[in-house]
């Protein structure tokens, strides 16, 4: 990871818009001078938080309560504090964007029982951490964040019963009242808030290590409170959930974490945006997270040729398709064909409680070895608790067949212990050279800045849904709110690709033949919309290759990017995202169940004229999802264009400069 700094990194203690100090209250302010946190210190400490003068979060108290009975935040007494203007710019090796400008103020306060909180204020949002310089280990029985809303906010939450730690962050979202927050459910992160006058708060955490993740419960003021809820610590496990592929606590700690007494805590993070479309492009999350140390050049993002979707049905061929060697050699030459860097071995190559136990009919040397002939990289699926309990022979193995990813399945937790997993299952693949994936999985907390490798994470309830979750799978209505508040956490992996598609009265659930709800232009957009560096074609090579204009169009869409502009949406109605590769823009948009015109101002070109390649819905996608045209024409930098979507539709635009 690169990081270039400017000259401009300025003490700015005499610059009163920025801070103020007046007693023990001191005041952020976001370089545009548009968001201002006020941190109060008496009995205890306390933040708030204004947009515009607009209050969102009245006072409300933080701490951290250690074992021996101390209470970081409880009659503190500040010994010093430190002011600071950065102004840098972040080089990912890959991302959204190849450059990102990292522009906030900075405020330290240095406080007596040896721990501090810093603050971080940017024009798109908030963050605090706590740090402590305690010499020997300490234990965390509870750390306490609480919200104390101007008013009784309406609450946007994806939910699951409260003290119920065992999950994989892929429900619905649900949209209701604070008041009406039923007190028995948590609210996983990212949580959104849609406070007065249009402005929303999404809250969620960065550079969650050796630490367990957050939740949201119903808070003790009233109608309008909320407050932070921890996992503790699992001293007991047991092999159980679905087909025994988890580790259920059995019994747990009276405390959170066990960790070292000198170290920095997570961020907390609060974006606050006034236009929805402003949360497609946040990288605040990405902007906190630990950078990576070490050679991650080798990091090769892309697509994937999966076979589990699909149930590995492939229409037409002359061999017996299933888990069998020759079928993933069919999924190899299809990936050689069509420029895909990866396939994607899922459940039933080895036996899943033993990955040096081979099933009989997949040789997966030969695979290996006639990928590396086509060019293709090949990913193994493998559940937690299995690579867990094998992981230095396993990490060899993989090695010594020259696997280049795997996919890991099913930890469904974000305990203490949990996380530890994920940094450890990073480093030591890091150490291989071999990228992860990580499915039944946490939301991103930037472990991904901090270990490159670790290309993707699903934890999205994501188009698999289809295939199982009866009555309503996964619907175009969740897709239409997931990139303004899942992804605002990072990448996800979510699957599209279905070539198969239905409307809302057409739609059931089918295992073995799924389909997606929605258009197919829908679908194709998915590839631009959602930010995915390992992007999955989900439905069958067989499928895509009956389809040869649009397995031509997925098959050249980038999944990492050298720009990203928001160009327009509404959480839950619709998004539209531009992103560009070079020289060439790609635009996606995507809509809710509601039939919709949207208008599009291409103010992010930059050359004179482009040839624009575009992929629309038709008058007959609301009844056959499937139907689709493409048309081309000429569009100019700051023209606009309207483009209809159906219901559960979609657009997709590629526009490449013309020689002068």
């Known amino acids: ?252 700690a009276d405390y959170i974490a066990k960790t070292a007494g000198s170290r920095s805590f997570p961020w907390r993070v609060f974006i606050l945006s006034e236009e929805d479309s402003e949360l497609l492009n946040n990288q605040l999350v990405y902007k906190l997270a630990k950078p990576a140390e070490g050679d991650f050049s080798w990091v090769t993002p892309g697509k994937v040729a999966w076979d589990w979707w699909h149930a590995m049905h492939l229409d037409g061929v002359d061999f017996e398709s299933g888990i069998n060697t020759e079928s993933y050699k069919y999924y190899i030459d299809f990936a050689a064909e069509n420029g895909i860097e990866y396939i994607n071995l899922d459940e039933g190559w080895s036996d899943q409680f033993d990955l040096l136990k081979i099933n009989p009919k997949v040789d997966i040397k030969a695979i290996v070895d006639y990928a590396k002939q086509k060019n293709v990289k090949v990913i193994l699926w493998c559940i937690a608790r299995t690579l867990d309990a094998q992981l230095e022979e396993a990490m060899e193995q993989f090695e010594a067949w020259g696997i280049s990813g795997i996919k890991v399945d099913f930890m469904d937790r974000d305990d203490q212990k949990m996380i530890d997993f994920y940094y450890r299952i990073a480093k030591a693949a890091a150490e291989k050279k071999i990228a992860v994936n990580y499915h039944g999985a946490y939301k991103p907390t930037g472990l991904n800045r901090t270990f490159p490798n670790v290309v993707n994470q699903e934890a999205v309830r994501g188009l698999e849904y289809n295939k199982f979750a009866e009555p309503d799978g996964t619907t175009p209505d969740h897709a239409a709110k997931i990139p303004f508040i899942r992804m605002v956490a990072g990448p996800m992996d979510y699957t599209p690709g279905a070539m198969k598609n239905v409307n809302k009265g057409s739609f059931k659930v089918d295992f073995d033949y799924p389909v997606s709800q929605g258009t197919r232009a829908q679908q194709i957009a998915m590839y631009v919309t959602y930010f995915a560096p390992l992007q999955m074609l989900s439905d069958a090579p067989t499928a895509y290759q009956k389809e040869k204009k649009v397995l031509d169009i997925i098959a050249e869409i980038p999944t990492v990017w050298d720009e990203t502009q928001a160009v327009g949406g509404e959480v839950g109605e619709y998004a539209i995202i531009a992103r560009r590769k070079g020289d060439t823009w790609y635009l996606g948009g995507l809509s809710n169940w509601e039939e919709r015109t949207v208008p599009v101002n291409f103010f992010f070109l930059t050359e004179n004229t482009y040839e624009a390649t575009i992929l629309t819905d038709t008058e007959n996608s609301a009844k056959d999802g499937t139907a689709y045209k493409i048309a081309t024409e000429d569009i100019k930098p700051f023209d606009r264009r309207e483009y209809k979507m159906a219901p559960g539709g979609g657009f997709y635009i590629k526009l490449t400069p013309k020689a002068e």
């Not at 515009?52 to 101390?70: C, F, R, V, Y």
């Not at 522009?103 to 501090?116: A, P, Q, V």
């Open 1 to 252: 990871m690169k990081i270039r700094l400017l000259i401009t990194t300025t003490l700015i203690t005499l610059t009163m818009a920025a801070f103020a100090q007046k007693e023990k209250t001191f005041t952020l302010v976001s370089p545009d001078e548009e968001i201002i946190a006020q941190i109060d210190v008496s009995d205890r400490i306390y933040y708030s938080l204004q947009l515009k003068e607009q209050e969102i979060i009245q006072p409300s108290a933080i701490s951290m309560t250690l074992a021996d009975g101390t209470i970081l935040g409880k009659k503190p007494k500040v010994k010093g504090n430190f002011i600071e203007t950065y102004n840098t710019f972040i080089e990912p090796i890959y991302w959204t964007a190849d450059s990102i400008n990292d522009n906030y103020n900075y405020l330290r306060l240095d406080f007596k029982r040896e721990f501090s909180l810093e603050f971080r204020m940017y024009n798109e949002g908030f963050a605090y951490r706590f740090i402590t310089k305690i010499e020997d280990p300490i234990t965390v029985n509870s750390e306490e964040l609480t919200f104390n809303f101007r008013d009784n906010y309406e609450l946007i939450s994806s939910d699951v019963d409260k003290d119920a730690f065992i999950h994989s962050y892929e429900s619905n979202y649900t949209t209701r009242k604070i008041a009406d927050y039923p007190s028995n459910k948590m609210a996983m992160l990212p949580f959104m808030i849609n406070a007065r006058s249009g402005v929303r708060l999404t809250f969620t955490e960065a550079d969650l290590e050796d630490y367990p993740a957050l939740y949201l419960v119903k808070g003790d003021n009233g109608s309008r409170s909320m407050k932070t809820i921890l996992p503790a610590y699992p001293l007991k496990e047991e092999i159980g959930g679905h087909m025994d592929f988890e580790l259920l606590v059995t019994e747990r």
